[in-house]
């Protein structure tokens, strides 16, 4: 039932994305949404009435530029609407006073329930505070946000997202077996993104044994998250910092064989860099996440080797399940899981996560799934996520 309902979501979503012109770094809004932020007020579909009406649910996403955001913030609004709440949507170009600004004016709208993923972390404690002092319930969505007036996480399970792209790397150089040593380099995220560590650490935590073992060596040396991040997860910054890498540490000829990339948007940056200016000729590994259309391209294409699939559908129905427990004063905790007849996996966990020290967050973590080009079509066109277009690549569903 659950699952149906993501799987037309899906379908609108998709149409959604078509509309606002694909993705990657050149998306254009949504129609009706300002790219520049600023509060878009949607008009709800009182459909189910009931503990639903009349009450608003505001939805602060960080920004189009990135195109899953633009998935997100669209299934959400869909999702709340048909459940019958008004929605405020806003994307905030990645500015964080801009999102601060976005987030008053909900609060001054009368929202009563908060759903956000923040551009910084630890930027939001203003306006944390004011929703924490009216009493109006906050989700933080995919990203935490380091203020103890968080209610509840809703994310996947952001450490194994990295756990999966280092197990990819180590098994497809079978460093169990290989002699190598074998030479790779990291790309991080944005420092300011609470999940970017996560991903790092759970790669990290992977190869290091390699790494320790000479298996695999770090040419450049850069092994640091706080040296391989990429500010505000920019396809540029990524493209620039592997450029001065292959520069200076493989024009020899020394051979790449890995580059481990926490997302889409960064591997996009790095992928276009090894085209450019890498001398060898080997392919290179290279990993990514969330499945946008110009990675799935990259990877049919044989240019980047997989990324992790986040079902956002998923994640949109959890976090409706929740706000609706929420808003209607009932227990949720693990129980909401075993009600809900979610048809996919997910995890009520009370202690990977805080927001400040020793302030543990009740999360519900999703499960991420590795797309390769090898089963691209049965994870995510089966499902209805996309379908192949006539050119043979992947496309948003109704494109
Ligand atoms: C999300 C990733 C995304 C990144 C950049 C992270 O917080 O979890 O899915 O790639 O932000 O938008």
Redesign the pocket.
Known sequence: MKKTLALILAACMSFSLVACGGGGENSTPNPGSQSTGGSQVSGSQTTTGGDAAGKTVGIAM??QS????NRDGAYLDEQFKAAGYKTIVTYSDNKNEQQVNDIQNMLSQGVDLLII?AIDGNGLNTVMNDAGAANIPVIAY??LIMNDNVSYYV??D?YT?GKLQGTYVKDTLDLDNAAGPFNIEFTG??PA????PF?FNGAMDTLKPYIDSGKLNVVSGQTEFSVVGTE??KTEAALNRAQNVLASYYSDGTKLDAWLC?????ALGVTQAVLSDYAGGNSVIITG??G?VANLRNIKDGVQSMTVY?A?ANEAVVTLDLAKAILDGKTADESLISASGWGFDCAFDTESYETTPGNKCPSFLLVPDVVTADNMEEKLVTPGYYKVGADGYLEATNG
């Open positions: 960080p920004t990135l195109e899953r955001w993923a995919d990203r994310s996947f952001n997202v995220g944005d993104d609470n999940n970017a991903f505000q997860w926490s997302n889409d948007s960064t996440q969330d946008d986040k956002v």
